[in-house]
């Protein structure tokens, strides 16, 4: 399959790079700058990539009408523009890229005009909102476009409205968007499917803990995000359940940086450094007994063991037949230069 590499500010992501980790604050600070910054601390000081938020008006966002109880849920969690202006300045001082998801076309116009995102997130709900994914995708940058709920078919229309713009620097999500997603509900295996539309693919997380997030990983995601939380435990709140908290997240990043390097290359060659242990793992050809010089060695003769110094097993036809040059004893390791 033929390499694919996206940048965003200054870190490329690729199947061959460092999966990218992206930390998903979403509306956990609940409407409170002082969390939103603690937040963006928790992401920094794991290591991650991004951080991510959710910007949105409720009144844009939700219908009041038809559900006025999420509506002042969402409501509560709600961070004013220049609140996330505040956000952007302190993320860039703490050096992590500040990605959004916009939820209406107005918090997407300050997105896109006054914070000037290195790339766009589309969460999954959005994914037949053709004049919207349009919208965005238009503007040439990266786009990252979870799939939960979806179809391939429902998908690959989504990514044709992209495409039709020129932008091609797309990195899809495989998602679920059950809150907590069970581990027999994931199905990673959709991982590899998406993969084959010939875009990046990652991982957007809804399971308790961080275990599925590594999976993923080895199953091939160039890309994951975890949702974060200051407290795992407030009532009422999905995301909370599965999010990470400052220690879990910090070493959710170093597990995924260890499952990625060992992953290696798609071939079967010992390193070099294993190439090493072969002198102790691997037997030697060994007189069995005492063989006389002039003796011609037969197979009885002979025994397998460690260590790996003298003539590997698979070359004891090199040794059947041949006779002794020297008294060779019990137990010694036989090599050529004792035949003749």
């Known amino acids: 399959?033929?390499?694919?590499?996206?940048?965003?500010?200054?870190?490329?992501?690729?199947?061959?790079?460092?999966?990218?980790?992206v930390a998903e604050a979403g509306a956990l600070h609940f409407g409170s700058l002082k969390n939103a910054k603690r937040l963006v601390d928790i992401a920094v000081n794991a290591g991650a990539d991004a951080v991510k938020f959710q910007i949105f008006k409720a009144e844009n966002f939700i219908s009041k009408t038809a559900s006025p109880a999420w509506f002042e849920r969402m409501k509560s969690k709600e961070l004013s523009y220049d609140k996330f202006e505040v956000i952007k300045d302190y993320c860039d001082k703490r050096g992590i890229t500040f990605l959004a998801s916009a939820h209406d076309e107005e918090s997407f116009d300050f997105l896109d005009n006054r914070l000037k995102p290195a790339a766009f997130k589309i969460g999954s709900g959005e994914l037949q909102n053709y004049g919207y994914i349009e919208k965005i995708a238009s503007r040439g940058k990266p786009v990252i476009l979870s799939t939960g709920m979806f179809n391939l078919g429902q998908i690959t229309d989504s990514i044709k409205v992209i495409l039709k713009t020129g932008n091609r620097n797309l990195i899809l999500l495989h998602c679920v968007t059950l809150y907590p997603t069970p581990a027999n509900r994931v199905n990673l295996y959709a991982i590899p499917v998406l993969r084959n539309l010939g875009f990046l693919t990652g991982y957007s997380d809804h399971t308790i803990g961080f275990h599925i997030p590594l999976a993923a990983v080895a199953i091939g995601a160039c890309m994951i995000e975890k949702h974060i939380a200051i407290d795992k435990y407030i009532p009422g709140s999905q995301d909370c359940l599965?999010?990470?908290?400052?220690?879990?997240?910090?070493?959710?990043?170093?597990?995924?940086?260890?499952?990625?390097?060992?992953?290696?290359?798609h071939q079967k060659k010992p390193s070099r450094e294993e190439l090493g242990s072969k002198e102790w793992a691997q037997k030697s050809i060994v007189a069995k007994r005492i063989i006389k010089a002039g003796e011609e060695i037969t197979e009885s003769m002979i025994c397998f063991k460690r260590p790996g110094a003298g003539l590997s097993p698979d070359r004891i036809k090199e040794v059947i037949g041949k006779t002794a040059g020297r008294t060779i004893g019990q137990d010694e390791i036989i090599g050529l230069k004792d035949l003749k």
């Open 1 to 21: 399959m033929k390499l694919i590499k996206i940048i965003i500010d200054d870190k490329i992501i690729s199947d061959t790079h460092p999966v990218y980790v």
């Open 242 to 265: 599965v999010s990470c908290d400052d220690k879990e997240l910090i070493e959710m990043v170093r597990q995924i940086r260890e499952v990625k390097g060992a992953l290696g290359r």
